[in-house]
């Protein structure tokens, strides 16, 4: 044992130059990532078996080790390529603010003498007015991710579900309830999961028709789909913005529906909710104000390094029912918000500080802006494919997100691998109406046309691949 606090406390004194190692590391990562292979090929990686170390001297060692055996097989997911799934790259300012959300280390769990929880209040002020929801409507939490906002959606959904019947959940447990009906039209597979997580389980969705050729719901079938139930809690699943269609649910309509018929409206916005920011998209986003629940990403549009999504509710006290915990020692009184009374995690990292360095840093204007150029750069991409006597567009463009296929080659799984095979751009498998396609996404602040212009030509380049 005898080293152990002794590096520790050597690291600590030499800190200043550790950490300067450490940017220097980092920067060049970042000047670096334009010429990076998008994906690296992990055959000249170690396998990472060897055993955990007796004793260590320092990490300085560590961040030789880490510079030989990690950084060369890294990816280059933040950088301006690498446009699968919806990947959010991480701007100056978000990585700062990370950085020193790790250094100063405070929790926002409690206010606790630390002005952590009222940062994370104003950050989540701005991100309300980012969006342009009412302040005094709306309030929340950050959360590691969508996936964790929506799971908050369904079990503050569940709370709502037990108090009209007079049920408390968070006190006698959802096995208290009768059977909830979730309906929705084009859920997300995390939506999905955080059903099984909230023990309603993974196939309980009633399925609403979409809009033909669409991902959004079709009101009148949802209108339809309520009408034949009975009065009781329901919970409806509505999409401001669908991972391949990009499409938006009419969320007025829905309001509506679900104000007449005691339903919960839970709204997974986790990119989409970026079209406030834009103002030919805005109105897509129509009646999002009027929802229960909200979930968004800050990891994938706001371009914040992981793990970061937001929650906001307009039923806060439902929300701290299910959160709530008590313990003499977690008692406080002070006026900021104790965020483990509504998250997850009780003890929380300072995760709103990089969102607040953002906005601090750019602004309004500077997070619509990466937006729009995302935009710009899909419709580009989307009228070159449209062009193309190799490549076919599947769906007309709308936001951020391409859906097309390969016309030389029927199987596209080996059009995507001879793709993401020149190493210029990572993109990932998708399908529209059944029909299996590749799917890109636009979401880093990095990429510029120059970028879509080397797609362009990885994409040439595949298709002579293909034969
Ligand atoms: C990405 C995404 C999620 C899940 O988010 P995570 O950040 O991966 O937890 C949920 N819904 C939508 C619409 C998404 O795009």
New binding site residues.
């Given amino acids: 044992m005898k080293n152990h606090p002794t590096a520790m406390r050597q690291d600590h004194a030499e800190f200043g130059a550790l950490l300067q190692q450490v940017c220097d590391v980092a920067a060049t990562f970042h000047e670096g990532i334009a010429e990076r292979i998008v994906t690296t090929d992990l055959s000249t990686a170690g396998d990472m078996t060897d055993a955990l170390p007796d004793t260590g001297d320092g990490a300085g060692t560590a961040l030789k080790r880490f510079a030989k055996e990690i950084e060369p097989h890294l990816s280059g997911s933040v950088g301006p390529r690498y446009l699968a799934?919806?990947t959010g790259g991480a701007t100056p300012a978000a990585i700062a603010g990370d950085w020193l959300a790790a250094a100063c280390d405070n929790s926002a769990s409690m206010a606790a003498g630390s002005i952590a929880n009222r940062v994370t209040r104003q950050t989540l002020d701005w991100m309300l007015q980012l969006f342009d929801l009412p302040g005094d409507t709306f309030d929340g939490c950050f959360t590691?991710?969508?996936?964790?906002?929506?799971l908050l959606g369904i079990l503050t959904a569940r709370e709502f579900c037990g108090a009209t019947l007079g049920i408390d959940v968070a006190a006698n447990g959802a096995m208290a309830l009768p059977a909830i009906p979730v309906l929705s039209a084009c859920p997300?597979?995390?939506?999905i999961k955080a059903l099984s997580i909230a023990g309603f389980g993974r196939e309980c969705v009633i399925p609403i028709d979409r809009v033909p050729g669409t991902e959004a719901m079709d009101p009148d079938a949802l209108a339809r789909a309520l009408g034949g139930l009975g009065s009781g809690p329901k919970i409806v699943v509505a999409?401001a913005?669908?991972?391949t269609g990009t499409d938006f649910d009419d969320l007025n309509a829905i309001a509506d529906l679900c104000a007449a018929n005691g339903a919960w409206l839970h709204v997974?916005?986790?990119?989409?909710i970026f079209a406030r920011c834009l103002p030919e998209r805005v109105d897509w986003t129509k009646g999002l104000e009027r929802a229960d629940s909200i979930?968004g990403?800050s990891?994938?549009w706001l371009n914040v390094p992981y793990?970061s999504?937001f929650f906001f509710t307009r039923h806060l006290a439902l929300l701290e029912r299910v959160c709530s915990l008590g313990a003499a020692y977690l008692v406080t009184d002070e006026a900021d918000p104790a965020y483990m009374l509504r998250g997850i995690e009780s003890s929380q990292r300072f995760r709103a500080l990089p969102a607040w360095m953002t906005l601090a840093a750019y602004g309004r204007e500077g997070v619509a802006e990466v937006a729009q150029n995302n935009c710009g750069q899909a419709t580009r991409l989307g009228a070159w494919l449209e062009g193309s006597a190799d490549w076919e567009l599947m769906k007309p463009v709308k936001l951020n997100v391409i859906v097309f296929r390969s016309a030389k080659t029927d199987d596209q799984s080996v059009a995507l691998a001879a793709l993401n095979a020149t190493g210029k751009v990572f993109a990932s498998p998708g399908a529209w109406d059944g029909v299996p396609g590749i799917r890109i996404c636009f979401s880093n602040w990095m990429t510029t046309d120059e970028d879509v212009a080397i797609v362009e030509e990885a994409l040439e380049a595949a298709a002579a691949a293909i034969g």
Avoid: I, P, R
């Fill in positions: 799934f919806v590691s991710g969508a996936t964790a906002s929506n997300h597979a995390s939506m999409s913005g669908t991972v997974d916005g986790a990119f989409g979930t990403d990891h994938k793990d999504g």
